[in-house]
């Protein structure tokens, strides 16, 4: 029987909500799964900064290293606005994305039929959508030194962030997208603003030489970020797999997700290099929306990208595909019925709270189950 730890980190606003309703699909799985799920929980973002004065502890992250997966809720709020920049809560997440080298973040867009018409396309244009956004993780303009505000002689102040960006750094997203899009539709775009920018230049070279050199039977396209996103509204489903680097990864799934019908059904998982020895890779798993601090505690929070993001675990740490298809199943079953927490109701329509929507997602996992 396999056994998994996992570090969860609720973190801020509707984090610990949803978090429960993770807590609730691992206990299922645990009896349920042939498998055995060890847990443990720790604080990161405002959270931390309130007990600790830092966003994550040197505590924390060694667990976070030493799990098999690192389950992440959300951070941040209006609270914590005048906290130093160092110590925001968003430090500790770009914390465990560094210093476990996180490089490659996959973020599904996915729209559920029964979601169609609540989209804010045309239903033709977003039914069936299924693609993949994969975002360079620890470089570019987010990590790039120098990276500060100084004082001029003059007394006016400037803002520097530096994008920088090597050979290796493209070479290993690439490839992760490559890889990817062998099991799906065999397509990569790469987008970048070569037209403008140096290191689009250099990512364009890179992933037109890694192409040509390891993965010719993939079919690639090199897209302009800003036509990118134009055509992620006007066809999303020309795409299979768009990779790019960190900033415009972080814009372009975020527009992405509202394809789907809602930022709360994105999940998203953030992955490191193979380790030499065992193969496994360093892995995080969190919902693509934020920690919503004007619905934090009302119990109308969407779980379903939390519970997407904890089946992803089970298929890329955990190598249950079988389990992660469950859950996946078990989501549709669930909008299938008509069940709608407030994001994603009609206008006039009864809709779920957190721990119902919940509670359903696990009875259709035990249906599905038998």
Same mark, same amino acid.
């Given at each position: 029987m396999a056994s998994f730890n996992?570090?969860?980190?609720? @973190?801020?606003?509707?984090g610990p909500e949803?978090? /429960?309703?993770?807590? &609730?699909?691992? @206990?299922?799985?645990?009896?349920?799964?042939?498998?055995?799920?060890?847990?443990?929980?720790?604080?990161?973002?405002?959270? /931390?900064?309130?007990?600790?004065k830092v966003s994550i502890t040197d505590a924390a992250m060694e667990k976070a290293q030493a799990a098999d997966a690192v389950i992440f809720g959300s951070v941040g709020g209006p609270k914590w606005d005048s906290v130093p920049y160092e110590v925001r809560p968003e430090a500790g997440l770009l914390r465990l994305r560094k210093d476990m080298d996180l490089f490659a973040n996959l973020r599904p867009a996915i729209c559920y039929p029964a979601l169609a018409d609540g989209s804010s396309l045309k239903r033709e244009i977003v039914e069936g959508l299924d693609i993949l956004i994969l975002r360079e993780l620890t470089g570019g303009v987010y990590f790039g030194e120098p990276k500060e505000i100084v004082t001029l002689e003059?007394?006016?102040? &400037?803002a520097v962030d530096t994008q920088v960006y090597t050979t290796h750094e493209i070479e290993r997203i690439a490839a992760v997208a490559f890889e990817l899009a062998r099991t799906r539709g065999n397509k990569v775009t790469s987008m970048e603003k070569r037209n403008v920018m140096r290191t689009g230049v250099l990512w364009n070279q890179v992933v037109t030489a890694l192409h040509k050199a390891e993965y010719s039977d993939v079919?690639?396209?090199?897209?302009?970020?800003?036509?990118?996103?134009?055509?992620?509204?006007?066809?999303?489903?020309?795409?299979?797999?768009?990779?790019?680097?960190?900033?415009?990864?972080?814009?372009?799934?975020?527009?992405?997700?509202?394809?789907?019908? /809602?930022?709360?059904?994105?999940p998203s998982a953030s992955l490191g290099a193979p380790d030499p020895a065992t193969g496994k890779r360093k892995a995080l798993y969190e919902p693509v929306h934020g920690s919503a601090p004007d619905i934090?505690?009302?119990?109308?929070?969407?779980?379903?990208?939390?519970?997407?993001s904890l089946g992803m675990s089970l298929r890329y740490s955990c190598d249950m595909g079988e389990a992660?298809?469950?859950?996946?199943g078990a989501i549709a079953d669930v909008?299938?019925?008509?069940? &709608?927490?407030?994001?994603?109701?009609?206008?006039?329509?009864?809709?779920?709270?957190?721990?119902?929507?919940?509670?359903?997602?696990?009875?259709?996992?035990?249906? &599905?189950? @038998?």
């Open positions: 996992l570090l969860l980190l609720p @973190g801020d606003g509707i949803v978090m /429960s309703e993770v807590e &609730r699909v691992i @206990g299922w799985l645990d009896k349920n799964s042939g498998s055995t799920f060890e847990t443990e929980t720790d604080l990161v973002g405002g959270s /931390s900064y309130d007990a600790h003059n007394g006016e102040k &400037r079919t690639l396209e090199h897209m302009l970020a800003d036509a990118g996103s134009m055509q992620l509204v006007r066809w999303p489903k020309q795409f299979d797999v768009i990779v790019t680097d960190n900033l415009f990864g972080d814009m372009l799934s975020d527009q992405a997700a509202m394809l789907t019908g /809602s930022l709360g059904m994105l934090a505690g009302k119990g109308v929070a969407n779980p379903i990208a939390m519970i997407a992660a298809d469950l859950v996946d909008l299938n019925s008509g069940t &709608r927490t407030a994001d994603l109701a009609a206008k006039g329509h009864n809709s779920v709270s957190t721990t119902e929507m919940g509670e359903a997602i696990v009875a259709a996992m035990s249906k &599905r189950a @038998g």
